[in-house]
């Protein structure tokens, strides 16, 4: 049974940082694409980052390049989303989810969702 499961989340200030862990199971995290991505309210949900299953290789939204880090620890079966220099339109729930066939920031070839973090930066 495929399960991904958020945490991380929180209140930070503008500018502030935190870390989003993504711990999956019932698949090994480096088997298929993982990716990150978010839902603001009265807002489309937005890819943010992902990580591809064969070379480890990264892609970013324009918006968070440069500030947000996407990696993987194959042994603990968790991706990371490291989020720096945070401003207040990065406030959303943030939700990674996985693909066994595809991938990219697009939220059409992802299988399976966690549940989502909320993260809210604001003073």
């Known amino acids: 049974q495929v399960q991904l499961v958020e945490s991380g989340g929180g209140l930070v200030q503008p500018g502030g940082s935190l870390r989003l862990s993504c711990v999956t199971s019932?698949?090994?995290?480096?088997?298929?694409?993982i990716a990150w991505f978010r839902q603001a309210p009265g807002k489309e949900r937005e890819g943010v980052s992902c990580i591809t299953p064969s070379d480890g290789s990264t892609y970013y939204a324009d918006s968070v390049k440069g500030r947000f880090t996407i990696s993987r620890d194959s042994a603990k079966n968790t991706v990371y989303l490291q989020m720096n220099y945070l401003k207040p339109e990065d406030t959303a729930v943030y939700y990674c989810a996985t693909s066994v066939a595809g991938f990219g920031l697009s939220p059409f070839p992802y299988d399976y969702w966690g549940q989502g973090t909320q993260v809210t930066v604001s003073s």
């Open positions: 019932g698949f090994t995290s480096d088997s298929n694409a």
